[in-house]
């Protein structure tokens, strides 16, 4: 995953369009806090792996959210940088793709953020 990870943040930037030098500098900012944002959800997943089954439900959820949310993330970047990408790919059904991961991603964090409230009420007996 973190090969993919490099190798789809190196492809967009070598194939951005020649308009802006400084926007090469945000690209590889943002696509280095992809990776940590997926790296960290892996983390935690691994974290939470011995520990009671909702806390290892909301680390699974991070974890599948973080993926589908750098999936989102690419095809948006994909979308607007890669010009063999925009050839095979319609800008209607990457729109589709990027909202329809993106909406999934959310609802993977939130749930999962959702499981660790109520993990942590169960700790502390609040009812």
């Known amino acids: 995953m973190l090969a993919f990870a490099f190798w789809s943040i190196s492809f967009t930037l070598v194939h951005l369009y020649q308009g802006g030098d400084s926007v090469i500098y945000i690209l590889a900012i943002y696509g280095t806090c992809l990776v940590m ?7 935690y997943f691994f974290l939470t792996n011995k520990l009671g089954s909702n806390i290892l439900k909301s680390g699974l ?37 990027i909202m329809i991961t993106y909406y999934v991603a959310q609802f993977f964090i939130g749930k999962g953020t959702f499981l660790v409230a109520v993990h942590y009420c169960e700790e502390k007996s609040i009812k």
């Open 37 to 43: 944002l997926v790296m960290g959800g892996f983390f």
């Open 61 to 97: 959820l991070f974890m599948v959210g973080s993926i589908i949310f750098f999936i989102s993330d690419n095809c948006l970047a994909h979308g607007k940088f890669d010009t063999v990408y925009r050839e095979l790919i319609s800008q209607r059904t990457n729109t589709f793709l």
